[in-house]
Structure formats: C-alpha cells, structure tokens
C-alpha cells in the first residue's frame, strides 16, 4: 500500500493556502458574496469546517457520524445550506478559530489511521488517503469561491493532481447521475500540470481523449467555470457530452457557472 502521508500534507498546504487569504479580513469584507448563490466568504469556510467536522466523526466516532449522516438525510435537500448558514452567524474571529482547529484535529487523525481502515461517508466508505483526497478537491474548490470574490488569482500548484483524479474516477457518476447511460470505454486523459508534467489516465490507444491544462480540468469539474472559457479539447462524442456535465463531488448534478459575460 502507497504511503498516504503526500496527501495529508497536501490537504495542510491547501487549506493554509485558503487561510492566508481571509486571516487579515476585516468583519465586513466576510460578508462578500461569492458566486455561490447567497453564499457569503463567512458560508464557504462555515461549510469547509462542517465538513472537516463531519470526516472528523467519520474517522473517530462512527456512531457520531451516523447521527450526523441520519439527520442530513431528513433534509437531503437543505442541510448542506442550513449548516453553512449556522456557521456564517458566528463572528468571523470564532469561525476562523473553530475551522482551524477542527482541520488540525483532522490532520492527526487521519495521520492516526490504522493502514488499511476504512471510514463512513455520505457515499460509499473512504481510506484514509480517499478522505484527505475528497477534503483537499473541497478545499480548493471553495477556496476558488473565495479567490473570485476576493478578486485574486491563486498560483496553480501541483497539488491540483488530487482533483483531477477524483474529476476522471467520478466520470461514470457523473452520467449516473443524470440517468444517462454510462460510456462502456474508457476514455484516455492527458493533462498538463503547473509544472508541466503531464498526468495521464485510461489507455493509450483510447477512441476518445479529453486534453488540456490541469488547471482548466479542475475547474471544469468542480463546476468553478463554464466549459465554453476553458481550454480543454475532447474527442469523440461521448468525450465531448462528458465536458458538458463532469463533476468530481458526490450529490445531485450542479447547476454549475455561466460562461463568462453571461447575465444569468
């Protein structure tokens, strides 16, 4: 078995990364919209530290966890809006604290993990590695909703490499999903890192590939753009409808962004 400790710093350098561009706000500029519908900056790191919370349970005390995966399932549709909103009412200094310390707990117990342990999720059971992975894909997402707002540009790392893994295993979910019939080939993937190195998946001699720079891919997937501003490329037809509906988060189909001086 691999050594899952890259991961978990990786997961660490993100959400520092996310820290240190909302530690010095002032109380005001936490009330910023994001591009999330009614989300503010406090509401996307109140849903980071939900989150973590959750994983948190999940890796050390299942029986907590499934209060809290029961409870979510009375409102399948609203929890998610309604723990964020809880967060957000809390004063940004308390918020902050709460979320790093909640993610520091997180950090060691994951660390912690017997090899070879799986853990509940609202999906199917995670490692620990698969749960550093699926917590790093949310960290930088929203950390994307906060740059946006924010009106910065992150630096790329290659870190992104976590995300495009999750983007290219959650393809048959994401036709799934929709009760779309799912492609019976695999499709070769190559992207181009911030580094440059390139990451590929699926076989060489695929019929259909989907191409183009790591960034534009985890932004695809985590619907943080419209496919029509990236510059991702595919071929073949199953290929192509794949970039119109990928996601790489578990739940229903995202309404996903609007390309870029759409009104909507």
Do not use: N
């Not at 199917?124 to 590695?129: E, K, N, T």
């Not at 740059?147 to 490499?161: C, F, I, M, S």
């Not at 994401?174 to 440059?196: C, D, I």
């Amino acid at each position: 078995m691999s050594d899952p400790t890259p991961v978990f710093d990786d997961l660490r350098e993100e959400s520092e990364q996310l820290d240190g561009l909302v530690a010095e706000l002032s109380e005001e500029r936490w009330t910023l919209p994001t591009p999330a519908a009614r989300w503010t900056l406090a509401h996307q790191i109140a849903h980071l530290h939900w989150t973590d919370r959750a994983a948190l349970l999940a890796v050390t005390d299942q029986a907590g966890f499934r209060e809290v995966a029961e409870k979510a399932l009375t409102a399948p549709d609203a929890f998610v809006d309604d723990a964020a909103e809880e967060g957000a009412r809390l004063r940004p200094a308390e918020l902050l604290s709460r979320w790093r310390e909640g993610r520091a707990a997180l950090d060691r117990a994951l660390r912690a993990a017997p090899s070879g342990a799986r853990f509940p999720w609202f999906g199917p059971p995670m490692s620990a590695a698969s749960m550093a992975t699926g917590r790093l894909m949310e960290t930088w997402a929203h950390g994307q909703d906060v740059a946006d707002a924010l009106g910065v540009v992150r630096p790329p790392t290659d870190r992104l490499r976590h995300v495009v893994r999750i983007g290219v295993r959650a393809r048959d979910f994401a036709f799934g999903v929709r009760g779309l019939p799912v492609p019976e080939e695999e499709f070769r993937v190559e992207v181009t890192g911030p580094s440059g190195a390139l990451w590929t998946y699926g076989p060489l001699d695929a019929a259909q590939r989907v191409t183009g720079p790591a960034l534009d891919f985890c932004l695809l997937v985590t619907q943080r753009a419209h496919r029509a501003d990236l510059a991702l490329h595919a071929e073949g037809p199953d290929a192509d409808r794949w970039l119109d509906l990928a996601q790489a988060f578990a739940g229903p189909p995202g309404t996903g962004r609007p390309p870029k001086g759409d009104p909507a």
